[in-house]
């Protein structure tokens, strides 16, 4: 994996995948062992979310191009709504993104939504480490239901919401919380006009409006962009990298990553073991103060740590 062998790469994603009893562990410590071995900060994470039909994988697949010019890498992970939508759109979705099949400079992985409709399963996270340690950038494609763009944000270190022309006035915008969360809004199919224009205008005028993070120095930009035409990549590109630098000379990325293995952790152990379960180790907040006392460590390391402990207390006859 270090080597990035791409072989070695399916295989590590095979292995996290695997859900045969007595398999979690191994793929925990395997994961753990990535994470360990990849420096930070590492290759910068980028979510793309947006409602299904705004184009992200239309943006994914100029992006790999835009990208690929200059010879860097990327791995891909798709969060596949397979309850959600028919066969055959995800099918087209991924020729699309894999316009660059025969390329070895990009990988890509679709991975069932299993957890929660929508959501990011945890096998996402795992594939965006695996994916971390063998690529110059990791993206991650997701659909724009419900929670998604607040699960993704804790995966990525960039977030870019991709809106529809037309896809709705501000208030809708403002209901479904969609302003707080992202680094950059993109309205892509600027080849429609007036439309997209229209949509940049109320985007603007609703995140002048929003309560986002007031302690952040990261204003996030509206891009207008068209995916068909390729108008405006390579500024959404400078964009993702412009963002990078932010995060790295701020200190965000570091404050970033710990909320993400923060949350992740309290996820994991809570879905495994319940609230009986995770209230032997004080709850949420006992298994965050925990968290960052590790200062950095692996969350994988964590999960597995952590659950061992719950399991013997659980053992434990009670006093
Ligand atoms: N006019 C126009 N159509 C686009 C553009 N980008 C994507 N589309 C179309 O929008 C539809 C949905 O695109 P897709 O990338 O699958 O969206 P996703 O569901 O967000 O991944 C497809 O029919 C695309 O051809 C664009 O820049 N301009
Ligand atoms: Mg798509």
Redesign the pocket.
Known sequence: MLGRDRDAVSETLNRIDDARPGQREKALELLAALERAAPFPGPPRVGLT????????????AIVRALRARGETLGIVAVDPSSRRTGG?LL??RI?VRSGASDPGVFFRSMAARERLGGVADATRAGVSVLAAAFDWVFV?T?GVGQSETDVATLVDTLVY?AQPGAGDLLQFMKAGILEVPDIFVV?????GASAARTAGELEAGLGLSSRDGASTWTPPILL?????G?AISELVEMLRAHRRHLESSGELEARRARGTEAFVVEALERRYGSYGTAQLGGAPGIACRVREAQGGSAFALVLRLGQEIEDSLRKPAP
């Open positions: 947006g409602a299904p039909g705004a184009g992200k994988s239309s943006l994914l697949d759109a087209g979705d699309r494609e659909v991709v892509n199919k600027a080849d429609l962009v068209s995916a068909r035409d108008t």
